[in-house]
């Protein structure tokens, strides 16, 4: 970023250097949406601490980085390149992008119904789609887009296009792999997920981003899900981003009558890194389920929003967050469920329990109720604490020495978050990094407690 | 349910028991807010100039503050302006026994159930009687005289212990504190200042009834209250106001100090004009009340009822700065018609082995939107620190609101905190319960909400808990349609 520019012109200078040659450019419908996003970026600006949503997470960190907008995908990768990456064995389908940009060769739809349609956004642009058109956008209730999603709207380029027709069910898991991959200089990624699900469809999808490189990057995410009638949706991410980068990931979760999801979140990776979920019901009787398990050590900020709303009677919503600080590692959690006035018969549960093991570890936590509706059943808990003594004596008296045993209770930690996962390998993978990571990590143990 | 629904209607519909204005000639200080306004208050009150001058910096410090729109509250723009700073019950001489108080005054007391001529028959409450903004009778004083305790007006502390007063008077809440802290600081007209020297228990419970009349004249009061090293004062705060269709403005700032291994008591019973059935009138309660817990083992604890108030907006917090000290919150808040409440506490942990608990309690009715906010701190010093918060939000009827915006910030991994929040409404099963073994749905109702506040009422002082079930039977009773 030139000297001379603050943070919002420097974005808008990109935005509209990249504009002609963004994928669908002269398409009215599209220019109109990018357009309108950028304006509502100006206008907006970058949010500062006195916004309450940004309350404990700051910013200046990444405006402060001279990102660049590279489009242009890393082709130079073969399937053995990814393999260790991998989590789904045989998965449905396999998408894997590389600095923001689908690689072709490295991404296959054969196994999917062919009623299914999983193709990239550019593609779907490219081919006039006008499934795109009808959704996009959609799932967001606010219509008036946030910063960040401005400039991910603004900069649409690519992302996974997903839709299922109604009764269709995909048994397999859809792997998607985000690499940032042989960057040399700060660049800055917008992907855009769109994923429709018919009356009665169901999937299952992981998500990974990952890296093969030191340099710093912004991946500033935009995922929109819509959920039909009795639709059912499982999504497990695991957010293992390089050390310098920066992430940004915002769902948008709209969900109609008896539609179920299910998604979690592992957030390990990146120097700040945020994941924020929408979600709100459009109809009875549907249910969501968010769990999430965030690690940071020192220079790493962790940030999970989760708004979740309840404008109609009879749905169910359970969030179950779970973290572990070492080092300098700071997290932010705000959860926040809001149950309208007619919501009635609302069951909405928050849970959020962080284990500090450093001393100069920080976590800010800050769960939230708005009821509108008497009938319901609401409610938060949130803990802090260290490892506790009497578990940690237990295992000592039992011959295991003190260090594997606080590891031991970190794991154990974790996994009742991680238990609700279906893929078995995303489990084994977050255990791993958890235990890479934390032998590195010194465990205070001057507690007089 | 739909039994109940005429009881309900009417008791939603009972008009504030208090509502009276008693007619007394007022000398008041014409509304509007500037330097000559406050310099006119200052020199009124007879003050040092050290006095006048913070209030003046606190005043200029307000022009260039603003208000604070993060509460869940609404209400339109207040206009500083309108508003009298100053009120006195007109008087030639200080009175110097209860005959020479005005007797219009007396009848106005009694009204509210404080017959001043039989407070010293009274059971140990001593009475500091604020009528507007001047104090016009103290009882009790020997008595407390004797044990070295000085409970007197604030203006009378400025005169007589004026060392006192300026040691600790914006010691905990500065002057640029926050927008209505700042404003009180620049008028403030009257308020309690009390102080238990060392090694003294109070003979008896501290009580202020506060009272505004006067119409358009907004309350600022001042209260300090510092407990000496070993001491231990359990002070009570009530409030009843006259039926007015203008809002009032209240901007209240408490100030507790509590040095080694004093422990202060600070019980509030809320029962301000709350507006009638439409949100028309009622009491702005703006306030700001903190204690700091300066030395070893210190001890705070608040306790309030909230029933009145148009407005509420009051954060009762503790300052845990001494090893081993302690705080507590635990709060009442109802809420019905149009009121809202936007209240809770802040508990900042900054030394070792630091306490607190808290318990806070809302139940909201009708329109009426009623909300928890607290802040838990641990900083990174607060070594083995604790806290518990529970909230709990009942909800009556399918209109009202209840949030609860719990703000925790961790910094020191002994630390432990933890936060349980329900929302709910009374359970149909409890209810089902009580009325299958022959209770009517009122006394159902009445059980089981006394029942969801009892954690916090055994806090109050006995003469307070009375008072509290009363106000919230009034409140609250058969609210259960």
Redesign the interface.
């Known amino acids: 970023m030139s000297e001379a520019l603050k943070p919002v012109e420097h974005y808008r200078a990109l935005i509209a250097a990249a504009g002609p040659s963004l994928p669908g450019a002269g398409q009215p419908w599209l220019d109109a949406r990018r357009q309108a996003a950028a304006a509502r970026f100006a206008e907006q600006g970058f949010p500062t601490r006195k916004t ?1 949503e940004w309350r ?1 997470s700051s910013i200046g960190q990444v405006l402060e980085q001279p990102f660049r907008y590279r489009d242009e995908a890393f082709e130079a990768l073969t399937d053995s390149d990814i393999e260790d990456l991998l989590l789904v064995e045989q998965p449905a389908a396999r998408l894997v992008f590389t600095n923001g940009r689908l690689v072709p060769h490295l991404s296959t739809t054969d196994g999917l119904d062919s009623a299914v349609s999983l193709i990239s956004l550019r593609a779907a642009i490219e081919q006039g789609s006008e499934f795109v058109d009808q959704w996009l956008g959609k799932a967001i209730i606010d219509s008036d887009l946030e910063t960040f999603e401005a400039l991910n709207t603004a900069l649409l380029n690519d992302g996974m296009c997903l839709h299922i027709p109604a009764g269709v069910s995909i048994e397999q898991p859809i792997e998607v792999l985000y690499l940032s991959v042989g960057l040399d200089e700060p660049n800055v990624m917008t992907p855009r997920n769109l994923i429709v699900l018919d009356r009665g469809a169901s999937a299952r999808l992981v998500e990974q981003y990952a890296s093969t490189t030191d340099a710093a990057y912004f991946n500033n995410g935009l995922t929109e899900i819509l959920l039909g009638e009795d639709a059912e949706l499982e999504h497990d991410r695991l957010q293992d981003e390089a050390a310098q980068a920066y992430h940004m990931s915002v769902i948008h979760l709209a969900q109609a009558a008896r539609s179920r999801y299910r998604g979690m979140v592992a957030s390990l990776g990146g120097t700040w890194a945020r994941t924020e979920y929408h979600t709100a019901f459009s109809a009875e009787e549907a249910g969501c389920e968010l769990a999430g398990f965030y690690f940071a050590g020192d220079g790493q900020l962790t940030d999970i929003h989760l708004d979740v709303r309840h404008p109609v009677p009879r749905c169910n919503s359970e969030q179950k967050f779970k973290g572990i600080l070492a080092g300098r590692g700071k997290a932010v959690l705000d959860g926040r469920i809001r149950v309208v ?2 919501a ?1 018969q609302t069951e909405a549960h928050l849970s959020n329990d ?1 284990l ?31 490892l506790d003594p009497m578990q940690l004596f237990y295992l000592r008296a039992r011959g295991i020495q003190a260090d594997t045993a606080r590891k031991m209770l970190c794991l154990g930690f974790a996994d009742e978050v991680l238990e609700s996962c279906t893929v078995p390998a995303f489990i084994e993978r977050v255990d791993q990094k958890l235990q890479h990571r934390l032998a590195d990590v010194h465990i ?1 143990t ?4 | 349910m739909s039994t109940g629904t005429e009881q309900v209607d009417e008791l939603i519909r009972q008009e504030y028991e208090h509502g009276f204005v008693t007619e007394i000639e007022s000398e008041t200080i014409p509304p509007g807010l500037n330097e000559d306004v406050i310099r006119q208050i200052s020199a009124r009150k007879n003050e040092p100039e050290w006095l006048l001058e913070w209030r003046l910096e606190a005043y200029r410090q307000w022009l260039t503050m603003t208000k604070p729109e ?1 509460a869940s509250v609404h209400h339109p723009d207040i206009d500083f302006q309108a508003i009298s700073y100053f009120s006195s019950p007109k008087k030639k001489d200080g009175p110097k026994s209860l005959d020479e108080v005005d007797p219009t005054l007396l009848e106005t007391y009694e009204k509210l159930g404080i017959p001043l001529e039989e407070q010293k028959a009274l059971a140990g409450v001593a009475v500091d009687a604020v009528f507007d903004s001047v104090s016009v009778a103290t009882t009790f004083k020997e008595k407390l005289a004797e044990a070295g305790v000085i409970f007197c007006s604030i203006s009378e502390a400025v005169q007589e212990h004026p060392e006192l007063v300026k040691q600790y008077l914006g010691s905990v809440v500065p002057a640029r504190d926050n927008y209505f802290a700042a404003l009180n600081t620049a008028v403030f007209t009257d308020g309690t200042f009390v102080y238990i020297p060392k090694d003294t228990r109070c003979p008896m419970e501290l009580s202020t009834y506060f009272r505004i009349n006067a119409a358009n004249t907004g309350q600022f009061e001042r209260t300090l209250i510092i407990a000496d090293d070993r001491s231990t004062v359990s002070y009570l705060e009530g409030c009843t106001a006259p039926m007015r269709d203008e809002n009032q403005l209240h901007a209240a700032v408490v100030e507790l100090v509590a040095l080694e291994d004093a422990y202060i008591k600070y019980s509030t019973v809320q029962n301000w004009y709350p507006g009638d059935e439409q949100g028309k009138g009622g009491i702005y309660n703006f306030v700001t009340k903190r204690g700091d817990c300066r030395g070893r083992r210190s001890h705070i604890s608040w306790t309030q009822v909230e029933t009145g108030s148009a407005i509420t907006w009051k954060y009762p917090s503790c300052i845990l700065r001494g090893d081993d000290s302690r705080g507590e919150f635990y709060s009442v808040a109802v809420t019905k018609g149009r009121q809202q409440a936007d209240t809770g506490t802040k508990m900042i942990h900054m030394g070792r082995n630091t306490r607190s608990t808290i318990v806070s309690k809302g139940i909201s009715a009708a329109h009426s939107s009623n909300a928890y906010r607290g802040l838990v701190r ?1 900083a ?1 010093k607060a ?2 620190a604790r806290n518990h918060t529970q909230c709990d ?1 009942l ?31 009374i359970g149909e099963d409890q209810l089902f319960y009580c009325r299958q073994r022959g209770m009517s749905e009122e006394d159902a109702v009445s059980m089981i909400v006394n029942g969801f506040c009892k954690e916090v009422f055994q806090e109050l002082p006995m003469e307070f808990a009375a008072e509290a079930q009363k106000l919230l039977s009034v409140s609250l009773e058969g609210a259960v349609g």
């Open positions: 309450e404990y006035q007619d009635q962080t500090l093991l450093s001393r100069n570890a920080e976590v800010d936590t800050k769960p939230q109720l708005e009821i509108f509706a008497d009938d319901v059943k609401c409610s938060h808990g949130t803990t802090v604490g260290q205070d001057t507690t007089s407690g | 993060w641990m990174p070594e083995n939000s909800l009556i009827g399918d209109k009202c609101a209840a949030h609860t915006y719990p703000y925790m910030e961790v910094r020191n991994p002994t630390a432990k905190v933890e936060h349980e929040a329900t929302t709910s409404k």
